[in-house]
């Protein structure tokens, strides 16, 4: 059971944190986190109970969101440009793998 625990712990996208948990983390509020879910960056998985709980990585997007929002980016705006840098940086890891596979085309 250990190693299937440890699993869970190295996991980004395991959904650990509670709303308030995350709030804490983030400096932020539940209402910040809700209105990131309403303006479709992150979407929290449910736990049984019907409560949101939040990963690791929706945790970074969440505070990139807050830090782009504290410098005067407007919501909707801040959550657009969040998106394309995780489309980009995804992009970007992809195109590596590649190289990475067929030295030859570079």
Do not use: W
Not at 56 to 78: F, I, K, P
């Amino acid at each position: 059971m250990g190693q299937d625990a440890n699993a869970f712990l190295d996991d980004e996208d395991y959904p650990a944190y509670t709303m308030g948990r995350a709030a804490e983390i983030l400096g932020t509020t539940p209402g910040f986190l809700r209105s990131l879910g309403e303006a479709k960056l992150i979407e929290p998985q449910r736990s049984a109970g019907g409560h949101r709980r939040y990963s690791r990585y929706q945790l970074r997007l969440a505070a990139r969101a807050r830090e782009l929002v504290d410098q005067g980016t407007a919501l909707e705006a801040a959550c657009r440009i969040i998106i394309l840098e995780d489309q980009l940086q995804e992009a970007l890891r992809l195109n590596e793998q590649l190289r990475q596979r067929d030295p030859a085309d570079g």
